[in-house]
């Protein structure tokens, strides 16, 4: 990755602020018990041998330390992150707040003309759908314009220009979980994928070229499908710079649609395209073309909208571990800015027991590989914010391990299933290639809450069966008359395991 001076010096500037110092003591680890020597069992598999492993298990009520092991030492978390952010961004935002869409314009009207130009005003929402910006040119209809002499002018100075954090693969650039934010962007579906589009390939007749699609319909986004229809495998993709996608290799005749999330390049032209074409539907033309500019002061409104609250939209950032959102709320605490955001969540991170000189992070949603975080600070986060009033929401907001229910389960809808642990495990997942985090909350078969935080890197294939096992035995957890347990962990492979993503951006949950 490369950085202008201006860049660096900004880089180098965030880096300061945030670097850590002293390497944290963490709290007293627990005698050894049957606990600790299943949990000790637990880390000494053979699938994690040379990773760099950390756990910490704490009772809910009293912080008691259960078990510790190597957890004061700070490592990757992915999207284990979120925890800290959501946190942050409760605190400052409140669940009650909605990010602002609007149509204005400065220009004059008369009858049905408006004489000017028209501006799409966003507000950092991640959660504008196709039919949001439809309604919006529907209001604009409604008003009684029916033609605008001027431009459709996108304005998305709500949010910096800065699309992509530091540390982000790059390879990883084309996909939907790693969009670029804009204040002006457009999601293609109810998991509010931000900056994205779903691209649709049905198969035709033998040697036939497929049917391609997008999610939302755009003109904005180019399709080049030399893909044919027979036997073979498909790859969908998109070069960096730019909005033309590709469509190769094959699909076998009579299978299912293949559908790819694909993050486009530069999202606020995508939604001002939508928007554009919503406005010739009901019946408004722009004579125009489409530029993008700041919004005059004193501008007339003409239409608007508001997003869900905070508090719902945890669900969806959860649930399904949304890296869009975790970016949206970081600039919107920071007034637009990535920068100013970061340093606000910093300056909130004391508030529910994190000390922000023991950790490092860059990014809201863990994706960076520069973010740097200990278990011991995210179970400090999670015992302290039990006592915030917005708790149960964020509780409720966090995967459910073992429930079919993708707005439930999430991330954990396929994992300990039928165990001790199902519905008893409410956690954040993260997981990169070599990197995988399980932190949040247990009720112990004593029905005593316990707070844990497991954080893995320089993993090779993946340790989600370790981690599985890890939450099962602290379901198992009986206080006093605790025992050991005789069952080991079954562990896949890195073969059996290929995908080190986390299951959401995979589609695989």
Not at 425 to 440: E, F, I, P, R, Y
């Amino acid at each position: 990755m490369s950085f202008t001076s201006k860049g660096r010096a900004g880089l180098l500037a965030l880096l300061a602020a945030a670097v850590v110092v002293v390497a944290p003591s963490g709290p007293a680890a627990a005698p050894s018990g049957a606990l600790g020597q299943d949990l000790d069992a637990l880390l000494a598999t053979n699938s994690l041998k040379g990773a760099d492993v950390g756990l910490v298990v704490r009772k809910a009520d009293t912080g008691e330390v259960l078990y510790s092991s190597q957890s004061a030492r700070r490592r990757q978390p992915a999207s284990n992150a979120k925890v800290l952010t959501t946190a942050a961004a409760l605190d400052l935002l409140g669940t009650q707040y909605r990010f602002h869409t609007s149509v204005q314009s400065p220009g004059r009207r008369a009858g049905s003309l408006l004489a000017g130009d028209l501006y799409l005003r966003g507000g950092g929402d991640p959660t504008m759908l196709a039919s949001d910006y439809d309604a919006l040119a529907a209001q604009v209809a409604a008003s009684g314009v029916r033609t605008v002499s001027g431009s459709l002018v996108a304005d998305d100075g709500f949010f910096d220009k800065t699309r992509l954090a530091p540390g982000w693969a790059w390879d990883d650039e084309p996909y939907y979980y790693d969009a670029q934010t804009s204040a002006l962007t457009i999601a293609p579906d109810t998991d509010y994928d931000a900056g994205s589009v779903i691209v649709t390939v049905k198969p035709g007749a033998a040697g036939a070229a497929p049917t391609v699609t997008l999610t939302p319909p755009n003109s904005y986004v180019h399709v080049v499908n030399t893909a044919v229809t027979g036997p073979g495998s498909l790859t969908v993709d998109r070069a960096h710079g730019g909005n033309t996608i590709t469509v190769s290799g094959s699909i076998p005749v009579g299978a299912a649609p293949d559908q790819e999330w694909m993050a486009v390049w530069e999202p606020t032209g995508l939604a001002a395209s939508v928007f554009r074409d919503a406005l010739a539907r009901h019946g408004v033309r722009v004579l125009g073309g489409t530029r993008f500019a700041a919004t005059p002061a004193g501008a007339a409104s003409l239409a608007g909208h508001d997003s869900i609250t905070v508090g719902e939209l945890l669900t969806p950032f959860l649930k399904r571990s949304n890296n869009m959102h975790a970016e949206a709320l970081v600039k919107t605490t920071g007034g637009g800015s990535w920068a100013t955001g970061l340093t606000k969540l910093r300056q909130d991170f004391p508030t529910f027991g994190v000390d922000p000189a023991q950790l490092l992070m860059v990014d809201g949603s863990g994706l960076s590989r520069m973010d740097e975080v200990s278990p011991d600070e995210l179970a400090d986060a999670l015992l302290a914010v039990r006592g915030k009033p917005w708790f149960q929401e964020f509780y409720n907001a966090l995967p459910v391990a073992g429930n079919p229910d993708r707005m439930v389960g999430g991330t954990l809808s396929t994992r300990m299933v039928g165990t001790p642990a199902a519905g008893k495990v409410h956690a954040k997942t993260g997981s990169m290639t070599g990197v995988s985090a399980l932190s949040g909350y247990v009720t112990a078969a004593d029905g005593e809450q316990l707070v844990f935080s497991m954080v893995s890197n320089q993993t090779l294939g993946s340790p989600r069966a370790v981690e599985d096992a890890v939450a099962i035995r602290l379901a198992q957890y009986d206080g006093t008359a605790d025992v050991r347990q005789a069952a080991a962990p079954a562990v896949r492979s890195a073969a059996a395991d290929p995908s080190q993503l986390e299951c959401s951006w995979a589609r695989t949950c």
